[in-house]
């Protein structure tokens, strides 16, 4: 009967304290509130006490919903990571900078030219040989009616550009080939003689080979090929400047390549030999070439030196700056050419030509002397990479 009695008291004692431990949600106690003057007052601060009870209560499920959340980006995270083992595994072969790239790549969606890089840096380890091509038409065109305040003339102007090279590199050995042809035409309601001219218009294939002797210095030979396909006049005038085949131009040198930073080539060529022949001495005249009258080609050596640099801070930027310079001792050509190349989208893009000159090779009758001369070309239209 005591143990009976004893059990009761302890059981009567553990339901007291819970009561005062544990508080529903739901149970209210005016004591806790403040005093209030008005039955309104008391229900507003009623409903504010059960809505902090009922929030504090549902702390635990928030963190829950949070916890599902990390677990969920933790299950995407795993996701991608696989992914990127898969594509490892593919490129585990490269070089740790080429799989670096590969990653990097695959995380950016929807940007072709990233998948495009990584396929190229894949390819351009598996292969020596490097290879591609730009296709570029661009045009510029303006209207203006006769009777136009202003004056002017009416002018259309489009200039193509295909561009290719095939390259082969190896540790000390390196074999660069590119070639491109330029066509320029335009028309001028004020040419009387010409419905359309050519403003610009050659050929060109240049090679180099070297062999690296020392850290960013090569032994080279260089060479290039340049050649009129298509007849020039001037302004209102049938006399041609340029045919087909007049002039060829062809460069021969030997020398040394010094590459200090990637996209610089500086190249000093103690002995050069440069050809001038000149096709149609008839239409043409070969004292614009540099070749005597009553003669068709020029042999000359000398000395030249070549810089060729490319700058690309973004994507949507490139500049491509090459200068020449030949000289036999006792005349000088100069050739500076800068193309700014502005991406629009992927097919689109706009171009800046600035093409100062000075050559004093050539042969002038008179008082008449060698001045610079000078070329500039702003257009947009399309272009195309092939790799």
């Known amino acids: 009967m005591r143990v009976k009695s004893i059990i009761l008291i302890l059981f009567c004692a553990v339901v007291a ?18 005093e209030t003057t008005t ?43 696989d992914s990127l083992k898969t594509i490892n595994k593919d490129i585990e072969f490269l070089p740790p900078a080429v799989a670096r790239l590969a990653i990097k ?38 209207f203006v009616t006769k009777n136009w305040y202003q004056g002017g003339s009416t002018s259309f102007a489009m200039l193509g550009i295909a561009q290719g090279y095939i390259n082969y590199q190896s540790d000390k050995f390196t074999w660069q080939n590119s070639g491109e042809w ?21 050929f060109r294939l240049y090679t180099k080979t070297g062999y690296e002797v020392y850290k960013n210095l ?28 007049s002039p060829i131009r062809l460069n021969l040198a030997l020398g040394l390549d010094f590459r200090p930073v990637r996209g610089l080539s500086v190249i000093f060529n103690p002995l050069a030999y440069k050809m001038v022949y000149v096709a149609d001495d008839v239409r043409t005249n070969p004292n614009d070439f540099g070749v005597a009258v009553g003669q068709k080609i020029l042999n000359d050596a000398g000395s030249s030196v070549r810089v060729d640099y490319i700058w690309k801070p973004v994507r949507e930027f490139l500049l491509d700056t090459r200068f020449y310079m030949y000289t036999n001792y006792s005349r000088v050509e100069l050739d500076l050419e800068v193309n700014a190349n502005f991406i629009i989208n992927r097919f689109l893009s706009a171009r800046v030509t600035l093409h100062p000159r000075y050559d004093n090779t050539v042969i002038f009758t008179g008082d008449e002397k060698a001045k610079v001369q000078f070329k500039e070309f702003l257009s947009i239209g399309f272009t195309h990479q092939f790799r």
């Open 17 to 34: 304290t819970a009561q005062n431990v544990y508080t529903y949600p739901d149970t209210i106690h005016p004591q806790d509130l403040i």
């Open 39 to 81: 039955m309104d007052e008391y229900l507003l601060q009623l409903v504010a006490k059960q809505s902090q009870e009922l929030y504090d209560n549902d702390s635990i499920f928030r963190l829950a919903i949070e916890e599902q959340r990390r677990i969920d980006s933790i299950r995407q995270d795993s996701i991608l990571l």
């Open 105 to 142: 790549k695959s995380w950016i969606k929807d940007a072709e030219q990233d998948r495009e890089d990584v396929l190229v840096a894949i390819r351009n380890y598996r292969s020596p040989w490097r290879k591609g091509a730009t296709v570029m038409v661009q045009m510029t065109q303006n």
């Open 182 to 202: 330029r066509g320029g035409f335009s028309t001028i309601s004020g040419d009387t003689c010409h419905k359309v001219n050519t403003t610009e218009d050659y």
């Open 218 to 245: 090569h032994l080279i030979f260089s060479g290039e090929f340049m050649m009129n396909l298509l007849p020039t006049y001037l302004e209102n005038s049938n006399n041609m400047k340029t045919a087909f085949a």
